[in-house]
Nanobody, 126 residues
Framework: QVQLVESGGGLVQAGGSLRLSCAAS????????MGWFRQAPGKERQFVAA????????YYADSVKGRFTISRGNAKNTVYLQMNSLKPEDTAVYYC???????????????????WGQGTQVTVSS
């Protein structure tokens, strides 16, 4: 059974940085796509970034390009989201997700993902 466990959220001032981690277990993720989404109160879940586990191709939402970096650590089966230059509008619950096929143009679509973590809160104060 696939499990995704996020960590690393917290409270940070605008301009600061956080690194989120997603520990994945339950199978081999070599041919998976891993994504990060976020959801602010009263808003729909929004795509943030994704990575093709095999090969490392990355995808980003325009709103985070140049500020966020997604990466994976093969040895630890973990996906990271390094978030720099944080803004108050980045405040949300951040979710890790896994899809059982290689990443492609569909990565920004939440219903394409098969597994989800429980989420971690990120709050950016102004």
């Amino acid at each position: 059974q696939v499990q995704l466990v996020e960590s690393g959220g917290g409270l940070v001032q605008a301009g600061g940085s956080l690194r989120l981690s997603c520990a994945a277990s339950g199978r081999t993720f070599r041919n998976y796509a891993m994504g990060w989404f976020r959801q602010a109160p009263g808003k729909e879940r929004q795509f943030v970034a994704a990575i093709r586990w095999s090969g490392g191709t990355t995808y980003y939402a325009d709103s985070v390009k140049g500020r966020f970096t997604i990466s994976r650590g093969n040895a630890k089966n973990t996906v990271y989201l390094q978030m720099n230059s944080l803004k108050p509008e980045d405040t949300a619950v951040y979710y890790c997700a896994a899809a059982g096929r290689n990443a492609g143009d569909w990565v920004n679509v939440s219903y394409e993902y098969d597994y989800w973590g429980q989420g971690t809160q990120v709050t950016v104060s102004s």
